[in-house]
């Protein structure tokens, strides 16, 4: 459920919902950052890039959600996916541009919080197969 929550919270723009599901030093990766970042970092920029009034975002779990519990309190999910983003806004062309993953691996590990909350302590999202951006239209 809380990887379903991941992208459901991207799609339905919430601000401030992403925040809420990194611990204080989570690390994140994913396809379009060259670098790993703070999940709370990574999530102000998804917020800024997808959560724009004209963008639009859709994901699909594409495979059985894999659990594997590393103790008490931690948890392991592996999945693939498929995303697709429209309407992204390029600030600095001032152009708007498609981003789709066709074919990418989820990977999280889940830690409960003080008050029994599933938080994200590590976030690696990858892709496989990419389309080209493309243009909106």
């Given at each position: 459920?809380?990887?379903?929550?991941?992208?459901?919270?991207?799609?339905?723009?919430?601000?401030?919902?992403?925040?809420?599901?990194y611990a204080y030093?989570?690390?994140?990766?994913?396809?379009?950052?060259?670098?790993?970042?703070?999940?709370?970092?990574?999530?102000?920029?998804?917020?800024?890039?997808?959560?724009?009034?004209?963008?639009?975002?859709?994901?699909?779990?594409?495979?059985?959600?894999?659990?594997?519990?590393?103790?008490?309190?931690?948890?392991?999910?592996?999945?693939?996916?498929?995303?697709?983003?429209?309407?992204?806004?390029?600030?600095?062309?001032?152009?708007?541009?498609?981003?789709?993953?066709?074919?990418?691996?989820?990977?999280?590990?889940?830690?409960?919080?003080?008050?029994?909350?599933?938080?994200?302590?590590?976030?690696?999202?990858?892709?496989?197969?990419?389309?080209?951006?493309?243009?909106?239209?």
């Open positions: 459920a809380a990887v379903r929550q991941y992208f459901t919270a991207m799609a339905d723009k919430n601000p401030g919902e992403l925040m809420k599901m030093a989570a690390l994140t990766v994913n396809p379009f950052s060259p670098r790993p970042e703070l999940g709370q970092v990574a999530a102000a920029r998804r917020e800024r890039e997808y959560f724009k009034p004209l963008t639009r975002f859709h994901s699909e779990i594409t495979s059985p959600i894999e659990v594997q519990f590393l103790a008490d309190k931690v948890a392991l999910a592996v999945h693939t996916y498929r995303s697709y983003a429209k309407n992204l806004e390029d600030p600095i062309r001032g152009k708007r541009y498609n981003r789709s993953i066709l074919d990418g691996r989820g990977t999280h590990v889940f830690v409960l919080d003080s008050e029994g909350k599933l938080i994200l302590a590590h976030q690696h999202l990858s892709d496989i197969c990419r389309t080209p951006l493309e243009p909106a239209s």
